[in-house]
């Protein structure tokens, strides 16, 4: 049974950090890209961050650029999202995903086949 737990999530004043770790059981993905979505109360989740298979590419959504990290571990089977000066509108449950391959695009989240449980992150102003 494929697994993906998130952990790292909690509530932190704006401007402060938090790192997301995800780890993924019951199968390997390191021949997969994976991902980070989010989802705020009454919106669609979103696109975050996503890292290639080999960790040599990564991609991000405009809103988080030059703020988060995204990078993984193919030995630990686990990726990481490294959030810096966060912002109230950051302020979502975080989803890690895993599960795309080949050429499909990393920011749909219909093209991942397994995904976390979910981490709350609350950003106080």
């Known amino acids: 049974q494929v697994q993906l737990v998130e952990s790292g999530g909690g509530l932190v004043q704006a401007g402060g950090s938090l790192r997301l770790s995800c780890a993924a059981s019951g199968r390997t993905f390191s021949r997969s890209a994976m991902g980070w979505f989010r989802q705020a109360p009454g919106k669609e989740r979103e696109f975050v961050a996503a890292?290639?298979?080999?960790?040599?590419?990564?991609y991000y959504a405009d809103s988080v650029k030059g703020r988060f990290t995204i990078s993984r571990d193919n030995a630990k089977n686990t990726v990481d999202l490294q959030m810096n000066s966060l912002k109230p509108e950051d302020t979502a449950v975080y989803y890690c995903a895993a599960g795309v391959y080949g050429s499909n695009s990393v920011s749909y989240p219909t093209n991942y086949a397994y995904w976390g449980q979910g981490a709350q992150v609350t950003v106080s102003s």
């Open positions: 890292i290639s298979w080999s960790g040599g590419s990564t």
